[in-house]
């Protein structure tokens, strides 16, 4: 489940299904009115009732305020966080370094959010049946070295699932999880251009010859006449 705040006052969060493959939106939450102390409550209670899911917070902005509250005054255990290695953000697993409760949505996390966003929603490895997250897709555009959602419009709940893929790409969730979807895709992709290859068919070297060929024990070739059909 992953949290943000969006443009015009908006924060939301999406629950994501990890059990089976492909995962698939369960759950989403979206508002412009709840206040940001009393936000963490509706993530914990929301969290207690998926089992105790893992939360990943994004820390930007007023994020930072929410994570704090999260898991200090209300001691949620099953927070994501993130440490910094060679320059780039990494999930912990809670060991080393410098930890930080949740992601800061840099330009590197949300490119490779969006890239990998793109090829789980084209290959269905990401299933999310839902009118406003569809709305939010289809106004989700280029713009210069980004994606962001045309002016005018929100992308809260895109966002939530930018964030998402990106954790999908992380080590920690190959462990947690025994999913590497990277060598899944290329796997699928394999099959496909194996299935797409026309198989080997018969060659006709210009010579005809009536009915069956056999050969027999002392390697001599011999025909039966043309078979008529009944």
């Known amino acids: 489940m992953t949290y943000l705040e969006g443009s ?3 924060i939301a969060f999406i629950v994501f299904d990890i059990t089976e493959y492909p995962y698939r939106a369960v759950g989403k939450y979206r508002s412009k009115d709840i206040s940001p102390l009393i936000y963490p409550n509706v993530i914990y209670d929301t969290a207690k009732k998926y089992n105790d899911a893992f939360v990943m917070i994004e820390v930007n902005d007023i994020g930072e305020q929410v994570s704090n509250i999260l898991h200090q005054d209300l001691e949620y255990e099953n927070m994501l966080s993130t440490v910094y290695k060679a320059g780039s953000q990494h999930i912990s697993a809670g060991f080393a370094g410098r930890q930080q409760m949740g992601v800061r949505t840099t330009k590197s996390v949300k490119r490779i959010g969006c890239s990998t966003l793109k090829d789980m929603i084209e290959q269905d490895k990401l299933i999310i049946e839902d009118y406003d997250y569809i709305f939010e897709l289809s106004n989700f555009v280029s713009r210069k070295e980004s994606y ?3 002016e005018g419009m929100h992308d809260d709940l895109v966002m939530c699932s930018v964030l998402f893929a990106w954790l999908v790409r992380q080590e920690y969730f190959k462990d947690i999880t025994d999913d590497d979807l990277r060598q899944g895709l290329f796997e ?6 194996e299935e797409d290859v026309l198989p080997f068919g018969f060659v006709d070297d210009g010579h005809e010859e009536d009915g069956i060929i056999n050969i027999d024990e002392t390697r001599d070739r011999w025909a039966l006449p043309q078979l008529t059909d009944l």
Do not use: T, V
Not at 188 to 193: G, L, V
């Open 8 to 10: 015009a006052g908006i």
């Open 148 to 150: 962001e959602a045309e």
């Open 188 to 193: 699928e992709n394999q099959k496909m251009i």
